[in-house]
Protein backbone atom coordinates (compact mmCIF):
# COMPACT_ATOMS: atom_id res chain seq x y z
CA UNK A 1 0.00 0.00 0.00
CA UNK A 2 1.26 3.46 -0.87
CA UNK A 3 0.79 6.20 1.90
CA UNK A 4 0.93 9.95 1.41
CA UNK A 5 2.29 11.40 4.66
CA UNK A 6 4.10 15.43 5.19
CA UNK A 7 7.29 16.05 5.81
CA UNK A 8 7.63 19.71 6.75
CA UNK A 9 5.11 20.60 4.64
CA UNK A 10 5.82 18.23 1.73
CA UNK A 11 3.86 15.19 0.86
CA UNK A 12 5.61 11.83 1.08
CA UNK A 13 4.91 8.54 -0.76
CA UNK A 14 6.21 5.78 1.24
CA UNK A 15 5.60 2.25 0.29
CA UNK A 16 4.18 0.39 3.82
CA UNK A 17 2.23 -2.71 4.23
CA UNK A 18 -1.03 -2.82 5.49
CA UNK A 19 0.38 -5.16 8.53
CA UNK A 20 2.52 -2.77 9.74
CA UNK A 21 -0.54 0.40 9.45
CA UNK A 22 -2.71 -1.99 11.40
CA UNK A 23 -0.47 -2.62 13.88
CA UNK A 24 0.32 0.80 15.01
CA UNK A 25 -3.07 1.18 15.44
CA UNK A 26 -3.80 -1.75 16.78
CA UNK A 27 -1.21 -2.65 19.36
CA UNK A 28 0.82 1.15 19.87
CA UNK A 29 -1.90 3.88 20.14
CA UNK A 30 -3.82 1.62 22.90
CA UNK A 31 -0.39 0.94 24.66
CA UNK A 32 -0.25 5.22 24.56
CA UNK A 33 -3.49 5.82 25.56
CA UNK A 34 -3.04 3.29 28.70
CA UNK A 35 0.08 5.00 29.59
CA UNK A 36 -1.66 8.47 29.61
CA UNK A 37 -4.04 6.95 31.86
CA UNK A 38 -2.11 5.30 34.72
CA UNK A 39 0.18 8.88 34.53
CA UNK A 40 -2.97 10.80 35.06
CA UNK A 41 -4.61 8.47 37.69
CA UNK A 42 -0.97 8.60 39.52
CA UNK A 43 -1.57 12.47 39.95
CA UNK A 44 -5.13 11.84 41.87
CA UNK A 45 -5.51 12.24 45.66
CA UNK A 46 -8.23 11.36 47.49
CA UNK A 47 -10.18 14.39 48.72
CA UNK A 48 -8.88 16.35 45.94
CA UNK A 49 -10.52 17.81 42.43
CA UNK A 50 -8.44 18.70 39.54
CA UNK A 51 -9.47 20.35 36.27
CA UNK A 52 -7.81 19.86 32.73
CA UNK A 53 -5.56 22.59 33.07
CA UNK A 54 -4.35 21.76 36.89
CA UNK A 55 -4.09 17.76 35.16
CA UNK A 56 -1.92 19.63 32.57
CA UNK A 57 0.44 21.30 34.81
CA UNK A 58 0.97 17.67 36.89
CA UNK A 59 1.50 15.71 33.85
CA UNK A 60 4.16 16.33 31.73
CA UNK A 61 3.70 15.82 28.24
CA UNK A 62 0.11 15.43 27.95
CA UNK A 63 -1.64 18.59 26.27
CA UNK A 64 -4.78 19.59 26.75
CA UNK A 65 -6.67 17.98 24.04
CA UNK A 66 -5.14 14.63 25.03
CA UNK A 67 -5.91 15.75 29.05
CA UNK A 68 -9.37 15.91 27.65
CA UNK A 69 -9.39 12.80 25.81
CA UNK A 70 -7.95 11.04 28.90
CA UNK A 71 -10.66 12.51 31.53
CA UNK A 72 -13.64 11.53 29.25
CA UNK A 73 -12.69 8.19 28.70
CA UNK A 74 -11.65 7.89 32.88
CA UNK A 75 -14.81 9.07 33.62
CA UNK A 76 -16.48 6.72 31.15
CA UNK A 77 -14.91 3.93 33.24
CA UNK A 78 -16.10 5.25 36.22
CA UNK A 79 -12.55 5.42 37.39
CA UNK A 80 -12.64 9.38 38.25
CA UNK A 81 -16.20 11.07 38.47
CA UNK A 82 -17.32 14.76 38.18
CA UNK A 83 -17.20 17.07 41.06
CA UNK A 84 -18.59 20.17 41.66
CA UNK A 85 -17.94 22.88 39.83
CA UNK A 86 -15.36 25.52 40.75
CA UNK A 87 -13.19 28.20 39.41
CA UNK A 88 -9.90 26.71 38.06
CA UNK A 89 -6.92 28.14 39.79
CA UNK A 90 -5.06 27.98 36.38
CA UNK A 91 -7.48 29.48 34.64
CA UNK A 92 -10.19 31.46 36.96
CA UNK A 93 -12.71 30.37 34.67
CA UNK A 94 -15.81 28.33 36.24
CA UNK A 95 -14.99 24.09 35.58
CA UNK A 96 -16.47 21.04 36.23
CA UNK A 97 -13.28 19.13 38.16
CA UNK A 98 -12.54 15.47 38.54
CA UNK A 99 -12.27 13.62 41.22
CA UNK A 100 -11.69 9.99 42.87
CA UNK A 101 -15.22 8.94 43.36
CA UNK A 102 -15.83 8.24 47.36
CA UNK A 103 -15.27 4.71 48.24
CA UNK A 104 -18.74 3.14 49.60
CA UNK A 105 -18.35 1.56 53.27
CA UNK A 106 -19.23 -1.68 54.36
CA UNK A 107 -22.42 -2.55 54.94
CA UNK A 108 -21.48 -5.32 57.54
Known sequence: ?????????????T???QTAVDCYYN?????LAESQN???M??????NDYSLSELCRLV??????????VVNGLRA???????????????G???VPSRIPAKQGSLF
Do not use: Y
Request: charged share 30%.
Open 1 to 13: MITETLNKGHAMK
Open 15 to 17: NQR
Open 27 to 31: TVIPK
Open 38 to 40: SRV
Open 42 to 47: AVFRPG
Open 60 to 69: PGVDKSSMSR
Open 77 to 91: AGRIEAAPDRKCSVT
Open 93 to 95: IRI
